[in-house]
């Protein structure tokens, strides 16, 4: 199941274990419990003096397999085998159950203690989802410290009845106690603030005691990591205010474009990010939304933020890098049939849509890197493309052509993404030419139009652009004296990591200047 070099790597990682645990699997006669069989053998005969294999185990679902530290009453399960991008989670769980301390602040260990409740959780995943394995490390460790806490983790690919019974067509999706609880990429801090309903007034009230900043970043993506980093090493004094750290990376798959960086993931250049920008002085609020920006009354003065907590931040400056998220196409059934088979990361829930048939919306280098990849797992893929010619690069657009199972639209208009039952059933478009109407039916729908700033809370007190960019000079300077911006939530050109992460150190050198001067 496992090369020797992996071997050699999760035997490293096993010497940690400190507590004996139960691995305790329930199997049947098929291919998967024969792997999962030897993949828990291997991982027993690894650490053999703390670890103890059953397989007697009854669960309705096989295979699966338990894992209890003796003693306890912690109820974590995986159904299906955690391999691929869940690698990492099983590696994980394995040295939590085994009473290695996770890397959580202790203040978050401490509440998720104490909540109170019975939370019986089943998250639904793919091996190829790169959001998954926040979502199962966090409830994965929730269980683990909490024995009111049940957490099983599906593997889709394993229990497609189950998928389809459950109308599943997007991962990670959650399951509390029998209902949805949430859908794509949650942090273990999300999770529990949602649990304990009094989190948000507490932090409001947390927040709101802080003094002044130098330098306050609104956003944690690259331009935001990147501003506050460089106003860290002035030795000021720095606070980061975001909804999550690294930002829409967090959903980007491949980065192959960030210079010195050869190869690497979102998830990964994200978490690396936070780590830089921790290894500072700088003062980091996660979960936190932006929702009012008050200039200084006076020059000189405090600029103030106003939270959707009810929180307060006050700075000298302000670094404004909110981002972008994708942008919606806006025609009816969007917004009814999301996550019910219209979605908008291929990586993530491609695989459910595995020998059915997809639409992507979208000819730019995002849409056609998304229908090549889909077009190795569905049945067949259909590009709709508004313009004349597709925006792709060429190298893409010859891959494309050279698919069996590829149909191109352009100067294609979508007017309807339709449904029946709670799930697309096809998607409607015009000819812009003959002004023709078509409809093509299918089961899962991709939208890769592009990005919208996230900017909304800004109108009327930053001067925007007709697309909602914050306008910006050169140096990174808003129409507002002491308020700076940065990233792809502004006018800058062109829209890449690189691109923002310059651009926020700009922004804080500008910032920084502007304190000295003033």
């Not at 639904?124 to 394995?133: D, E, F, V």
């Not at 849509?353 to 730019?364: E, H, N, P, S, T």
């Not at 129409?479 to 700076?484: A, E, I, K, Q």
């Not at 691109?499 to 500008?510: D, H, K, R, W």
Request: proline share 4%; aromatic share 6%.
């Amino acid at each position: 199941m496992l090369d020797n070099q992996l071997k050699a790597q999760l035997a490293a990682y096993l010497e940690r274990v400190q507590q004996p645990f139960e691995l305790v699997a329930s199997l049947d006669d098929s291919e998967t419990s024969a792997q999962m069989r030897d993949l828990l053998q291997t991982i027993q005969s690894l650490r053999s003096d703390k670890i103890t294999l059953r397989t007697d185990g009854n669960d309705a679902r096989k295979p699966s397999f338990l894992l209890q530290r003796k003693g306890t009453d912690t109820q974590l399960r995986f159904a299906g085998l955690p391999l691929g991008h869940e690698f990492t989670s099983l590696v994980l769980a394995l040295l939590w159950t085994g009473g290695h301390p996770p890397k959580v602040e202790q203040d978050l260990i401490e509440q998720i203690k104490s909540l109170d409740g019975d939370y019986n959780f089943d998250v639904y995943m793919s091996l190829t989802c790169h959001n998954c394995p926040d979502v199962v490390q966090a409830l994965s460790l929730m269980a683990i410290l909490n024995p009111k806490i049940k957490t099983t983790v599906i593997e889709g690919g394993a229990f497609q009845k189950e998928v389809n019974d459950r109308e599943i067509m997007a991962v990670p999706m959650v399951f509390m106690n029998g209902s949805v609880f949430g859908s794509g990429r949650m942090t273990i801090e999300e999770i529990v603030a949602k649990l304990d309903t009094g989190a948000a007034l507490r932090e409001a009230e947390k927040i709101s005691a802080k003094d002044a900043f130098d330098v306050l970043v609104i956003g944690g993506g690259p331009a935001g990591a990147a501003a506050a980093v460089y106003a860290a090493r002035k030795g000021i004094r720095t606070g980061v205010a975001a909804e999550r750290f690294g930002g829409q990376v967090n959903d980007t798959l491949a980065i192959e474009n960030y210079i010195s960086v050869l190869e690497t993931d979102g998830p990964k250049f994200a978490a690396a990010l936070e780590a830089h920008t921790r290894a500072y002085d700088v003062d980091i609020m996660n979960l936190q939304r932006a929702e009012k920006l008050i200039p200084a009354a006076q020059p000189g003065g405090l600029v103030e933020v106003q939270l959707a907590n009810g929180g307060s931040l006050k700075a000298k400056t302000v670094i404004l890098s909110t981002g972008a998220r994708w942008r919606n196409v806006n025609v009816p059934g969007e917004a009814e049939y999301k996550n019910k088979g219209v979605a908008y990361c291929p990586h993530c829930d491609g695989p459910l849509f595995k020998g059915k048939r997809v639409a992507v919306i979208g000819g730019g280098n995002s849409g056609i890197e998304a229908a090549i990849d889909l077009a190795g797992l569905v049945a067949h893929v259909t590009v709709v493309e508004f313009a004349e010619q597709l925006k792709a690069d060429a190298v893409l657009v010859k891959k494309l052509n050279s698919l069996p199972n590829v149909t191109v639209h352009t100067n294609a208009q979508t007017t309807e993404i339709t449904g029946a039952n709670g799930k697309v059933n096809g998607l409607r478009y015009k000819d812009r030419v003959t002004g023709e109407e078509h409809h093509v039916e299918l089961e899962g729908v991709f939208v890769q139009i592009g990005l919208v700033p996230n900017t909304e809370w800004l109108k009327g007190t930053v001067e925007l652009s007709k697309f909602g960019e914050i306008i910006v000079d050169a140096k990174g300077q808003t129409n507002l004296p002491g308020v700076f911006a940065a990233g792809d939530c502004t006018t800058v050109p062109y829209k890449q990591i690189v691109i923002a992460a310059g651009a926020g150190a700009t922004a804080a050198l500008s910032a920084f200047d502007h304190l000295i001067r003033n």
